[in-house]
């Protein structure tokens, strides 16, 4: 328990959470652990009802698309992520229905303005990710609560490792950062890097007019 939320320890749960031990690092275990639990807390506070294993294994997955094992040379890395997430789900006999909402709340989690919108599992692994990386809503949650959180899962610096650990992911393929906020981390931290306009797309089609 951690902040009065429980954290799944079902064989699905913690075969998701050996995959994130393995691939990923401290910093990511805490940080989709806080996602996790913030999700969590929003969804309670706000009396949504959601499914705690799909909401938790959606935060383990979120950023694995960002670990060498799990990155694809040409996706963006929350497809990758989300693929990687329903491929374990398959091969655990995990229902479609149940798999598709995964694959949204992880492949949607960098998508302002439509993702909260969606299913709860879908809404809160957006509210998760925005209030520990952004600090969204940041006052939702008592400052008691949020103690008890960061103690059993530490920032450790989260603000100043997060944006570097993001380009370390996507470095190789920033053009799957088009259209995305993922796409100011490489404006910031890679050099010579000139993100595509949606303007000269169109201005610049190969239509003759």
Request: charged fraction near 25%; include cysteine.
């Amino acid at each position: 328990m951690v902040a009065d939320i429980k954290i799944p320890d079902s064989k699905l749960a913690l075969g998701a959470a050996e995959l994130l031990r393995e691939h990923g690092n401290d910093l990511l275990w805490n940080h989709s652990h806080r996602v996790y639990v913030f999700g969590a807390l929003q969804g309670r506070n706000a009396g949504i009802a959601f499914d705690p294993e799909l909401l938790y294994i959606s935060a383990l997955f979120h950023d694995l698309g960002l670990t060498k094992h799990y990155s694809s040379p040409d996706k963006r890395f929350e497809v990758d992520g989300a693929d990687a997430a329903k491929s374990y789900l398959q091969q655990h006999g995990v229902p479609n229905d149940s798999i598709r909402l995964v694959w949204d709340a992880i492949a949607l989690h960098t998508t302002i303005g439509i993702a909260q919108f969606k299913e709860p599992e879908v809404a809160l692994i957006y509210s998760g990710v925005g209030y520990d990386v952004m600090g969204e809503n940041f006052e939702s949650i008592a400052e008691e609560i949020r103690e008890k959180v960061v103690k059993a899962y530490p920032r450790d610096q989260f603000k100043s490792k997060i944006l570097p650990s993001f380009l370390d992911g996507f470095k190789h393929k920033p053009e799957t950062t088009f259209g995305n906020i993922k796409a100011d981390v490489c404006t910031l931290l890679l050099p010579g890097f000139k993100p595509a306009n949606f303007c000269d797309c169109v201005l610049h089609s190969p239509w003759n007019e």
